[in-house]
T-cell receptor, first 111, second 113 residues
């Protein structure tokens, strides 16, 4: 259906290690959005990917959209304690403003 | 500065009581959304509105209702609170001009005893 599967559910890394979370769909995505939620906070928009094969960078964060527009990834280089939180991907329906969220990947960073 | 606020931030109620959670945004956004967040389920859409007098059911709408009498507010009502409705509730808004980002409120933690 319209779900997006996100893996892994949890990830514990040492500070300085890299981190990647993946978002997969069985159907073609019109676009994909990524959000970050700090512990005790609310989701905050990070980025939207629209084009097949698109790659966008925000400092240490690299976002990719698959060529078939059925998967996406978020990669963090050299994690810092400020990266702690849950990262969600979300898809929009065609011609719709609704978002369907993945269940998120909770990142813990060990100092 | 424009913002989106929710009240109360924390609420404890008893089963069977009616509860209303407020959401107010000052961005003049057309679209407003209510989500609940539970461990293991992520964010699930309860109801949404694309404008005044417009309301629609989301994935988990049973036991909830909304009304949109103006652009700024979308209150969420739990008609008869149940323990299964213990959750964190987030309101969000978006301009409604394209498939764009959503802006989330700070959330309301609701405990139903």
């Amino acid at each position: 259906g319209q779900q997006v599967m996100q893996i892994p559910q949890y990830q514990h890394v040492q500070e300085g290690e890299d981190f990647t979370t993946y978002c997969n769909s069985s159907t073609t995505l019109s676009n994909i959005q990524w959000y970050k939620q700090r512990p005790g906070g609310h989701p905050v928009f990070l980025i939207q990917l629209v084009k097949s094969g698109e790659v966008k960078k925000q400092k240490r964060l690299t976002f990719q959209f698959g060529e078939a527009k059925k998967n996406s990834s978020l990669h963090i280089t050299a994690t810092q304690t400020t990266d702690v939180g849950t990262y969600f991907c979300a898809r929009t329906g065609a011609g719709s403003y609704q978002l369907t969220f993945g269940k998120g990947t909770k990142l813990s960073v060990i100092p | 500065d424009a913002e989106i606020t929710q009240s109360p931030r924390h609420k404890i109620t008893e089963t069977g009581r009616q509860v209303t959670l407020a959401c107010h945004q000052t961005w003049n956004h057309n679209n407003m959304f209510w989500y609940r967040q539970d461990l293991g389920h992520g964010l699930r859409l309860i109801h949404y509105s694309y404008g005044v007098q417009d309301t629609n059911k989301g994935e988990v709408s049973d036991g909830y209702s909304v009304s949109r009498s103006n652009t700024e507010d979308l209150p969420l009502t739990l008609e008869s609170a149940a323990s299964s409705q213990t959750s964190v509730y987030f309101c969000a808004s978006s301009p409604g001009t394209a498939q764009e980002r959503q802006y989330f409120g700070p959330g309301t933690r609701l405990l139903v005893l």
